[in-house]
């Protein structure tokens, strides 16, 4: 067999960047198992003219001397061959997710120009990409971004590392490789040397365009020091005698930097927004996954420097579960793909209308990432559960606070978000109403009548619902700024009734009750006008009955559930590895409380640190969620010792809060709707204590949970910790519970037959 490797002409054969690493072991595995040429196609990306010649390059080698082609990153799939496989690195990306990052500001007359351009990329690529017999990527990352702007599936196929020989040695610095560009985000690292409280130094090995600006952020820090570029052996060195190992770049393809990391037995900080390397390493046990802030990496790197052991520990757990490092499986795997004994289809690259589909427009007024809350999470987990059954799910969004800026991502497969700020008018007015209602939090309820003032959501639901066969409410806020077509379904997915949770929080003022009456009248209409109604409880659907006439026919039981796969019970090692991680002592007794800063979450807070840590004072209460701010904004930041406030957490985090607990409490007195908070306790094995306004919407015996009045609290508390047997009896049936009624892929199936029996009647093409 006689094979063509087609990549771009590698720049600098001295210094090469993981790309072009990728392409060297490549043709090398190749060569070893067959006749293989490696054909490189000089590209430029400096300008537009250069990316044009570079696809008309590809285009017109003659190829046909070969039984075999594949093609790797950008334009080099435009080759022509009846046998042409792709393993894809990537696409232009400042055509595709970074357009925005990278032109975003641009005057409006070169934006016209740059959006020009764009299309002729995308629209070249698609087609290109139609003559491929079969596609893969080298990560999720671009398989999710081909899938979504292209319409292509693809199989992921990680690429071994290039550098051989990686070992263990000493842990004496903390050490960040690779090429020095803006999209590596290597300022982050610098900044977060600003909190390091251990004078351990930051290695930083590479070169590249923005090495500059780095060095100038670094200042006179003498514990930073930049390396330039080092060889091969020099590499395996400086990641053998590192503690750990830090990478935080902007949505990576997959990033060879985690992977050698790994296999020197190193544990790797990486940011949750990292792309590859985030799903290559497990937090809290192969490394830590943070937010992409320069304090929380510093967190973790005060954790590692505090406890070597661990840090140790962890690199052996990261080398146990570092991807295979088989190029002849690789190799095989794409003669397999492009033999011309398979059939000459496509065996990939099937578009979302050639799989029929389903669009639906959602929309709040809320961010879906991180998915933190319970709002937040019945969103993101319901539709990206729903986006697997057949649906092509668009989400329109707004940051309710001010500061950040325009964003458009993919959650999942078939599911991506637009988010767009609120402005300052909207912010400035909405201020108004706090003051006049003493405080309360109304940036919710306001959306109606302020949501004028931030134009753009509406554009963006107009554009982005034009050819949805529903349009789905989740929350009620923004339903009069949502255009809906003639024909066009409609869906209410409630999380609560509005009204009934308002009314107890905002009733108390003059302005809190005209806003109330509002959200009557908006939650009112928009329940009549609906076709179908997902309730949370039946409590949720008897008042929907009663307060606004809504037949009971079109209200679907849609209760909030909990990801049973992501969240699960620790092995005794997870749990030591958890308490080490909080610096909590083996054998303290640990309750947790999880919330946002939602009024009723604020009470169960306070009924926490007024009359459950006093009298429970050798139990660690661990609270976290917002709930610390809008705790200690009304009430003053003291708070007995045996109280830990965590504030916001994000999804791994809160999951290693789990691993380290006892038991769960909920002594919630008010609000409506059931607690997803619940259902994660469950799912993470954990007894949980619960008043009945806690434990609301939920089918519950007393063997899955213990549901008691304020004043039972503490005793029932107390007696679980004096009875382990009735205390792992209690964790065992929650888990079961969590698994077999509550797991998202078990409510999603049921919402999915509800609205597919909804829109086979409106003409829709339905799975």
């Given at each position: 067999m006689k094979v063509a490797i087609v990549t771009p002409a590698i720049d600098n054969p001295e210094r090469p960047f993981g790309a072009e690493r990728l392409f060297a072991g490549l043709v090398g595995a190749f060569q070893r198992k067959a006749a293989a040429d490696w054909i490189q196609v000089p590209v430029s990306e400096k300008r537009w003219e250069g990316i044009l010649q570079g696809y008309v390059d590809c285009f017109d080698l003659d190829l046909s001397a070969y039984d075999l082609v594949v093609s790797t990153k950008s334009p080099t799939f435009a080759v022509q061959h009846p046998n042409h496989v792709c393993w894809l690195v990537h696409q232009v990306r400042v055509f595709y997710d970074r357009f925005d990052d990278e032109f975003g500001m641009l005057p409006k007359s070169a934006l016209v120009e740059k959006n020009r351009n764009r299309e002729v990329v995308r629209r070249l690529d698609t087609l290109f990409f139609q003559r491929v017999r079969e596609i893969f990527c080298i990560g999720h990352e671009p398989a999710m971004r081909l899938q979504h702007y292209n319409g292509f599936d693809s199989e992921v196929l990680y690429p071994p590392a290039f550098i051989q020989g990686h070992c263990c040695g000493a842990q004496d610095y903390f050490f960040l490789p690779g090429r020095l560009h803006r999209w590596k985000r290597v300022d982050l690292a610098i900044r977060a040397m600003q909190h390091l409280s251990r004078d351990v130094p930051l290695l930083i090995a590479g070169a590249g365009e923005d090495e500059a600006q780095f060095r100038e952020l670094a200042g006179n820090d003498p514990r930073i020091r930049f390396l330039g570029f080092v060889n091969d052996r020099q590499m395996i060195e400086l990641y053998a005698n590192a503690l750990a190992v830090l990478f935080h770049p902007k949505e990576e393809d997959f990033g060879y930097i985690a992977i050698e990391a790994m296999l020197s037995h190193k544990p790797v900080i990486v940011c949750r927004d990292s792309g590859e390397p985030a799903r290559l390493v497990q937090n809290g046990r192969s490394g830590f996954v943070v937010d992409p802030d320069p304090v929380e990496i510093a967190r973790a790197m005060n954790v590692l420097a505090a406890d070597r052991d661990l840090a140790r520990e962890m690199g052996e757990f990261a080398h146990q579960t570092a991807p295979s490092q088989s190029w002849d499986e690789v190799v095989q795997r794409l003669i397999d793909a492009g033999s011309p004994t398979r059939s000459d289809k496509v065996a990939s690259a099937i578009s979302s209308s050639?799989?029929?589909?389903?669009?639906?427009?959602?929309?709040?007024?809320?961010?879906?990432?991180?998915?933190?809350?319970?709002?937040?999470?019945?969103?993101?987990?319901?539709?990206?559960?729903?986006?697997?059954?057949?649906?092509?799910?668009?989400?329109?969004?707004?940051?309710?606070?001010?500061?950040?800026?325009?964003?458009?991502?993919?959650?999942?497969?078939?599911?991506?978000?637009?988010?767009?700020?609120?402005?300052?008018?909207?912010?400035?007015?909405?201020?108004?109403?706090?003051?006049?209602?003493?405080?309360?939090?109304?940036?919710?309820?306001?959306?109606?009548?302020?949501?004028?003032?931030?134009?753009?959501?509406?554009?963006?639901?107009?554009?982005?619902?034009?050819?949805?066969?529903?349009?789905?409410?989740?929350?009620?806020?923004?339903?009069?700024?949502?255009?809906?077509?003639?024909?066009?379904?409609?869906?209410?997915?409630?999380?609560?009734?509005?009204?009934?949770?308002?009314?107890?929080?905002?009733?108390?003022?003059?302005?809190?009750?005209?806003?109330?009456?509002?959200?009557?009248?908006?939650?009112?209409?928009?329940?009549?006008?609906?076709?179908?109604?997902?309730?949370?409880?039946?409590?949720?659907?008897?008042?929907?009955?009663?307060?606004?006439?809504?037949?009971?026919?079109?209200?679907?039981?849609?209760?909030?559930?909990?990801?049973?796969?992501?969240?699960?019970?620790?092995?005794?090692?997870?749990?030591?590895?958890?308490?080490?991680?909080?610096?909590?002592?083996?054998?303290?007794?640990?309750?947790?409380?999880i919330g946002s800063g939602y009024g009723p979450n604020t009470e169960a807070a306070a009924f926490l640190v007024r009359e459950i840590a006093p009298r429970l004072p050798n139990c660690a209460v661990m609270i976290a969620g917002s709930v610390k701010d809008s705790y200690q904004a009304s009430r003053g930041p003291q708070s007995p010792a045996n109280i830990i406030w965590l504030g916001t957490v994000d999804a791994a985090r809160r999951l290693v809060l789990y691993q380290a607990a006892d038991i769960a409490l909920n002594p919630m007195f008010s609000g409506s709707g059931t607690n997803l908070k619940m259902l994660d306790y469950f799912a993470a094995g954990l007894p949980v204590v619960s008043t009945p306004a806690g434990a609301r919407g939920l089918e519950l015996s007393d063997d899955d949970c213990v549901v008691c009045c304020a004043e039972q609290f503490v005793s029932r508390v107390e007696g679980l910790m004096g009875d382990l047997t009735a205390c792992s009896r209690l964790g065992e049936n929650a888990r079961k519970l969590a698994v077999e009624r509550y797991a998202w892929s078990l409510i999603a199936a049921k919402a999915t037959a509800a609205m597919i029996n909804l829109l086979k009647g409106s003409g829709a093409h339905v799975p």
């Open positions: 050639e799989r029929n589909l389903v669009s639906i427009l959602v929309a709040d007024n809320q961010v879906l990432d991180p998915p933190v809350g319970g709002g937040r999470v019945r969103i993101y987990e319901l539709y990206r559960h729903i986006a697997a059954l057949g649906f092509e799910v668009s989400y329109i969004g707004a940051y309710d606070w001010p500061g950040p800026v325009y964003r458009e991502q993919m959650l999942a497969p078939h599911f991506r978000q637009w988010v767009t700020p609120l402005t300052q008018p909207h912010f400035a007015r909405n201020r108004g109403y706090e003051r006049a209602t003493g405080g309360k939090t109304t940036i919710d309820v306001t959306i109606p009548r302020l949501l004028k003032y931030s134009p753009r959501f509406q554009r963006m639901a107009e554009e982005h619902g034009r050819n949805a066969a529903a349009v789905i409410i989740s929350h009620p806020w923004v339903y009069p700024y949502v255009p809906r077509r003639p024909g066009q379904k409609l869906i209410y997915d409630s999380h609560n009734c509005e009204y009934a949770v308002k009314k107890q929080i905002l009733g108390d003022t003059a302005a809190g009750r005209e806003l109330v009456e509002e959200v009557r009248s908006v939650e009112g209409k928009l329940c009549r006008e609906a076709d179908l109604i997902f309730a949370c409880s039946n409590e949720d659907a008897d008042k929907f009955v009663d307060l606004y006439g809504t037949s009971r026919d079109k209200i679907v039981l849609v209760p909030n559930g909990v990801d049973v796969e992501g969240i699960r019970p620790p092995s005794r090692q997870e749990r030591e590895l958890a308490r080490r991680r909080f610096g909590l002592p083996p054998d303290q007794p640990v309750l947790i409380f």
